[in-house]
């Protein structure tokens, strides 16, 4: 139902994108006063474990691997694969993908993406390939997949690493299959505003044992986590906190992506006339968490995407612009020459995030989309 008096006026607080999927307070209370009892806060606790085990069945894959947060877990992936020199990487990315392949002393090497997926593809990584490749780092951009088959096609032929920045894709399939168990590795972020909540967190998913005995390793100092010979360690372990967190967002998160799912279809109703807005499209055959609810502001738009993000601003709502501007024209890669990206560049100056989430009802949505409605009138 539309109601008027949020369309004229601002909303008394802002609409964000981020999810903040929470708990009731009842099943919060009963974790903690669990962890109060055991007494047992930190460092390799149970509820670790528990999470490690309930994820690794979840996304049908043998080991993960819990870290303190996704950027941890990327960088320590980097560094364990034992390589050097270049990984190709998307630009048109969160900052974090890019940053940990330099804190991990690599090298990284921004790639277009392709205009329908906003992802990597294997012809387009072909052509950024030099002898000093040693590895492709894709990013499942929006929670839908990599050209994941070509990609492992290409890491295969080349004998280079292939692991993934899952961080948008927990819950989300390709061909049918959870992401999590494709190329070397996958990660995954439990960040607050991703759809499953540890507050902070992450992981590493993989198939590869050896690969797996390094990560336990070297995301702690305690002597008796060592499964592995390893060149460098730091403190990268998950909290009981943060595990129990996890847990019970694990547990809601199916009726959390229903309530995804929801809101998605809701603005994509509401805004289907609004022909100068594009809607990023689910495969039907696919599973995908609707994390994000992006359009691309078309030229045909009568607003600019930035008079359009300030308009909704004006009523506190935050869209967003993610990513803009892309990785590769941030500090500190700006500072050296860089490839044009063409559709990257074309993707940071056009598309929109939505809000979305938990605090998001379906009366905010259609308020949302009434907004959206009046200010594309032109
Ligand atoms: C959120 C995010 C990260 C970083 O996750 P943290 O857990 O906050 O470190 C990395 N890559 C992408 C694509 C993300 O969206």
Redesign the pocket.
């Known amino acids: 139902m539309t109601d008027d008096r949020q369309t004229d006026h601002p909303f008394q607080t802002g609409l964000h994108v981020g999810q903040i999927n929470l708990p009731s307070w009842e099943r919060f209370e009963q974790e903690f006063r669990a962890i109060f009892d055991r007494n047992f806060f930190a460092s390799h606790g149970p509820l670790e474990s528990k999470l490690e085990a309930a994820l690794a069945e979840y996304l049908n894959v043998r080991h993960v691997v819990c870290t303190v947060?996704?950027?941890v877990a990327l960088m320590l992936t980097a560094r364990a694969l034992d390589i050097s020199g270049d990984v190709i990487v998307p630009s048109f990315?969160?900052a974090?993908?890019a940053q940990a392949i330099s804190w991990a002393g690599l090298n990284p090497v921004f790639c277009d993406v392709d205009e329908k997926t906003h992802n990597l593809s294997a012809s387009l990584v072909e052509r950024c390939l030099t002898e000093r490749t040693a590895g492709i780092l894709g990013?499942h951009l929006w929670g839908r997949a990599c050209d994941v088959d070509g990609l492992e096609e290409l890491a295969r032929s080349r004998k280079i690493e292939l692991f993934f920045?899952s961080?948008?894709a927990l819950g989300c399939s390709h061909r049918g299959k959870r992401i999590g168990s494709f190329g070397r590795a996958e990660i995954f972020?439990f960040?607050a505003t991703?759809v499953l909540n540890g507050t902070?967190g992450?992981c590493i998913s993989t198939n590869d044992h050896a690969l797996a005995a390094r990560l336990r390793t070297m995301r702690t100092f305690h002597g008796n986590q060592t499964f592995a010979k390893v060149p460098l360690r730091l403190n990268g372990r998950i909290s009981e906190s943060q595990a129990a967190m996890a847990l019970m967002s694990l547990e809601d998160l199916t009726k959390n992506i229903d309530a995804n799912r929801t809101r998605y279809f809701r603005y994509r109703e509401r805004l289907t006339d609004i022909t100068s807005l594009e809607f990023i499209d689910h495969a039907a055959n696919e599973a995908s968490n609707y994390q994000y609810v992006v359009v691309r502001v078309l030229d045909s738009s009568p607003l600019s995407r930035g008079r359009i993000l300030s308009a909704l601003q004006a009523k506190n709502i935050f869209a967003r612009d993610y990513f803009s501007p892309p990785v590769h024209r941030m500090k500190p890669y700006r500072d050296k020459p860089q490839p044009v990206l063409g559709v990257t560049e074309s993707l940071s100056s056009s598309l929109i995030q939505l809000p979305t989430g938990h605090a998001i009802s379906i009366d905010d949505v259609d308020a949302v989309c009434d907004v959206l409605h009046s200010i594309m009138k032109g």
Do not use: I, L
């Open positions: 947060n996704a950027t990315t969160f974090a993908t990013v920045d961080a948008h972020s960040h991703k902070e992450g």
